[in-house]
């Protein structure tokens, strides 16, 4: 136990200095900037990119043509009895992780569980135990480089 503590402490920055990419050979995306943020620049180690923000905080250019594997990590793909009748740029079925959350606390009921202000363990629990009783999992779009 005390020799995985010991990795993860050295191996895993969390920063809000965007500098901190240079080191990192995984970077997770989760800003609520407005745009794209990521510079080949500041990314010379990185392998992957799991961005999970909206609108994307990872620039077209790195998201379809480096040596970058990128994950778009903030969707949701629906149930089949759930359907979206506007057009949100997304394929049939799939939706921001944002709108399936408030989807599912209309589906279930469970108001209470939103994930504003003060996140508790016990809540995010209980949604993803929701999500999988009513079928609504993850959809990741990659780049497809390996």
């Known amino acids: 136990m005390g020799l995985i503590h010991e990795l993860t402490r050295k191996n895993i920055v969390c920063s809000t200095n965007i500098e901190e990419n240079n080191r990192a050979e995984i970077v997770i995306v989760t800003t609520s900037a407005n745009g ?4 080949t620049n500041l990314l010379k180690n990185a392998k992957v990119i799991y961005d999970i923000t909206q609108p994307k905080n990872t620039p077209d250019h790195i998201m379809q043509g480096t040596d970058i594997t990128y994950i778009d990590g903030g969707l949701i793909k629906l149930p089949e009895n759930v359907k979206i009748s506007m ?13 399936s959350e408030t989807i599912l606390l209309a589906i279930s009921g469970k108001y209470y569980l939103k994930s504003e202000k003060d996140l508790k ?13 009513h079928n609504f999992n993850s959809y990741l779009i990659t780049n497809g480089n390996k």
Do not use: M, Y
């Open 121 to 133: 363990v016990e809540n995010i629990k209980e949604l993803s135990a929701l999500a999988i009783e």
């Open 36 to 39: 794209a943020i990521l510079d």
């Open 87 to 99: 057009d949100i740029s997304l394929p049939k079925g799939v939706a921001f992780s944002c709108l």
